[in-house]
């Protein structure tokens, strides 16, 4: 069986030879042996008992408690339950950090795509990413309900075609422009613009929206606020619509 001076198992649990001493002075890790020179010899079991000495004190438990808490009968049923709250401690900062890394790449891409950036436009992007899972999901609402459009019109068309029955096509294309309406009526009360010249987040007029060209995630608008002219950036709005109305 291995045995180990103050020094070795100073080195092997990652502490200093005075610590190993402390802790031997206070009776929490006494050496099993000593030579026959009077050097302190510690067994593997004095090791495995000096790791975990080590973790309760990065638990910042008090020496006095880890002493009482080692000379309790089955210490180790304690020591196993503080372990999993580690673990489980652990695991949600790796999550946390791992969403910070997430955000930190996202802001680097961005970054990317802005020839002439500033703190306000850096202040547009945080903003950006920090609704963009809101937005998303109001992208998934009307990429169902035009599924559900698109239905409408194939099917009444292919009854058409077929059967030669073009009265569901007439009335189904009328449901479908009205749909059509009211899901944009939707979309823009939910969604807001950023100006790229004054920074500030607003909500067109439906009929400017409506018609306004525009590409995946910018429409052409004028700015409510500096009557800028020019593609300003989607963002999610409903928060904005919601302090509006908490303030009035």
């Known amino acids: ?41 510690y067994s ?17 438990l008090p020496i006095k408690s880890i002493g009482e808490l080692l000379s309790e009968e089955h210490p180790e049923d304690v020591i196993e339950i503080l372990l999993d709250e580690q673990e489980k401690t652990l695991r ?33 992007i945080v903003h950006i990413m920090e609704n963009k899972k809101k937005l998303r999901k109001v992208h998934t609402v009307m990429i169902a309900l035009g599924i559900v459009i698109d239905i409408i019109e194939i099917g009444t068309l292919i009854l058409w075609l077929q059967k030669g029955i073009w009265w569901p096509f007439a009335i189904g294309m009328c449901a479908v422009l ?54 300003c950036v989607e963002t999610y709005g409903g928060e904005r619509k919601e302090k509006e109305k908490n303030a009035g």
């Open 1 to 41: 069986m291995s045995k180990y001076t103050t020094g070795e198992i100073a080195k092997l649990s990652g502490v200093s030879v005075r610590t190993v001493q402390y802790y031997d002075s206070r009776g929490i890790l006494i050496p099993s042996e000593l030579s026959e020179g009077g050097r302190r010899l």
């Open 44 to 60: 593997e079991e004095d090791l495995r008992k000096m790791k975990i000495i080590c973790f309760l004190r990065e638990l910042d």
């Open 92 to 124: 949600a900062e790796i999550t946390e950090r791992r969403s910070r890394l997430n955000k930190l790449e996202e802001l680097k891409q961005s970054l990317k795509k802005v020839e002439h950036f500033s703190v306000e436009s850096i202040g547009d």
């Open 178 to 231: 009205a749909m059509g309406i009211g899901i944009s009526y939707f979309y823009f009360k939910i969604v807001a613009y950023i100006c790229p010249q004054c920074h500030t987040v607003f909500k067109p007029a439906f009929k400017q929206a409506f018609w306004a060209g525009h590409t995946p995630n910018t429409r052409k608008l004028t700015c409510t606020s500096c009557g800028h002219h020019g593609f």
